[in-house]
């Protein structure tokens, strides 16, 4: 069975502060993806970044950088400086092998304070 | 601007009233999907459909029916609900089903609550 967790349910944190969301997942697959998507009040599932199990190399864009390690099934996702426009509640997912069907984490509620 | 688009964006219905979701997208994609998202229930995935063919449906109940006339538009058709189908309904499309690395992208969503 896929599961993905987030075991973090809620964050807090300054502006400027750096932080981690935590993403650990389930899956018998050796082949699958990994996705990360932002969802802001408005509803809208923002698409941040998908990474295949074959590839294990750390990705970094502005702010934002993931971390994936296959050894532990993590992918965590850190932002750095953060900024209050980055409140808003992230979803992990993992897409497992020959199927189109996303399995989501519950979500970590982010929010910062000015 | 979203590649995909959902109308409305809010909506308020009794029990007994018939209404429908609808969702564009303007990617070039063949595939589109219903979620559904409430306040105690992680994302759910209601339908799927590749090339306007249903291939997915879990386990939704019938007063939820969808309907996808082409590989652009799908709607979601609403009849008899309850209150605890009260949630944010989201649509979203991909380039097709079968290769799992193809991206999902999503529309805004329509927060329907039932009264």
């Known amino acids: 069975a896929q599961k993905v967790t987030q075991a973090q349910t809620e964050i807090s944190v300054v502006e400027k502060e750096d932080v981690t969301l935590d993403c650990v997942y389930e899956?018998?697959?050796?082949?699958?993806?990994l996705f990360w998507y932002k969802q802001p009040p408005s509803g809208e599932l923002v698409f941040l970044i998908r990474r295949n199990s074959f590839d294990e190399q750390n990705e970094i864009s502005g702010r934002y950088s993931w971390n994936f390690q296959k050894s532990t099934s993590s992918f965590n996702f850190t932002i750095t400086a953060s900024q209050v426009v980055d409140s808003a509640v992230y979803f992990c997912a993992l897409s497992p092998q020959g199927a189109q069907k996303l399995v989501f984490g519950q979500g970590t509620r982010l929010t910062i304070n000015p | 601007e979203t590649g995909v688009t959902q109308t409305p964006r809010h909506l308020v219905m009794g029990m007994t009233n018939k209404k429908s979701l609808k969702c564009e997208q303007h990617?070039?994609?063949?595939?589109m999907y219903w979620y559904k998202q409430s306040a105690k229930k992680p994302l759910e995935l209601m339908f799927v459909y590749n090339f306007k063919e249903q291939t997915e449906n879990n386990s939704v109940p019938s007063r939820f029916s969808p309907e996808c006339p082409n590989s652009s538009h799908l709607f979601l058709h609403l009849h008899t609900l309850q209150p605890e189908d009260s949630a944010l309904y989201l649509c979203?499309?991909?380039?097709?089903?079968?290769?799992?690395?193809?991206?999902?992208?999503f529309g805004e969503g329509s927060w329907l609550t039932v009264v």
């Open positions: 899956t018998r697959d050796t082949t699958y993806y």
């Open positions: 979203a499309s991909s380039r097709e089903t079968g290769d799992s690395g193809n991206t999902i992208y």
């Open positions: 990617l070039g994609h063949n595939a």
